[in-house]
């Protein structure tokens, strides 16, 4: 079975543009999450999705936001880019509801350069 | 808030040793407590999962302990080999947290 995946691996942006990052789960799996990581920071949660709806949402301004399609794959958005904006995207699949119970999967990572 | 705390942050070990990473949360209301290991520049792999329900969980050499009454969990790796080299992450599920709640790993060095 094959794993997560995500698109684009490697990403180098400017200042003030807009980025969209693509996850694809495990087949089957329905929960899609989405955690930014920092050497500073750690890895923090953005949110997560389950059957195309927004469960939860962690700390993190309006810039960043997400969608769900009816296939289970996920798109996260961030707009007007920040120096800070730099990181490690990972995105996380499970069965059913997310980290509550299941084990998450984790993808590659985008990364992402903010110039 | 949940705070999840991992110390050492770095351990250095000789080949064949047996040894103990720890895990400390501040909330003991977790529904769970993942273990992943995490290889310079790549994505996380699971490495074992504890419900709430229980107390322990073992997979090979790895073997993982949950005490939610002290707020703890150890992974403990028996007869370390130089690929067990990574970094290693905690994370709690729940605990009046949405998603999961990371340590910041300890960073795992085993010398051939």
């Known amino acids: 079975k094959a794993g997560v995946t995500q698109t684009p691996r490697y990403l180098i942006k400017t200042r003030g543009q807009q980025v969209t990052l693509s996850c694809s789960p495990i087949?089957?799996?329905?929960?899609v999450s989405w955690y930014q990581q920092t050497p500073g920071q750690g890895l923090q949660f953005l949110f997560e999705?389950?059957?195309?709806?927004?469960?939860n949402k962690g700390n993190f301004p309006g810039r960043f936001s997400g969608r769900q399609f009816s296939n289970s794959r996920s798109e996260m958005n961030v707009s007007t880019l920040e120096l800070g904006d730099s990181a490690l995207y990972l995105c996380?699949?499970?069965?059913?509801?997310?980290?509550?119970?299941?084990?998450?999967?984790f993808g590659p990572g985008t990364r992402l350069t903010v110039l | 808030k949940q705070e999840v705390t991992q110390i050492p942050a770095a351990l250095s070990v000789p080949e064949g040793e047996n040894l103990v990473l720890n895990c400390s949360f501040t909330?003991?209301?977790?529904?769970?407590l993942q273990w992943f290991r995490q290889d310079p520049g790549k994505g996380l792999t699971s490495l074992l999962l504890i419900q709430s329900s229980q107390r322990e969980q073992t997979s090979g050499r790895l073997n993982a302990s949950l005490d939610k009454s002290s707020g703890r969990s150890t992974l403990y790796i028996a007869a370390s080999q130089p690929g067990d080299s990574a970094t290693y992450l905690c994370a709690g599920g729940g605990g009046g947290a949405d998603g999961l709640t990371f340590g910041k790993g300890t960073h795992l060095i085993i010398q051939p």
């Open positions: 087949s089957g799996h329905r929960s």
């Open positions: 909330d003991s209301a977790i529904y769970n």
């Open positions: 996380a699949s499970s069965f059913s509801s997310g980290s509550k119970t299941d084990t998450q999967y």
């Open positions: 999705y389950f059957s195309e709806t927004q469960r």
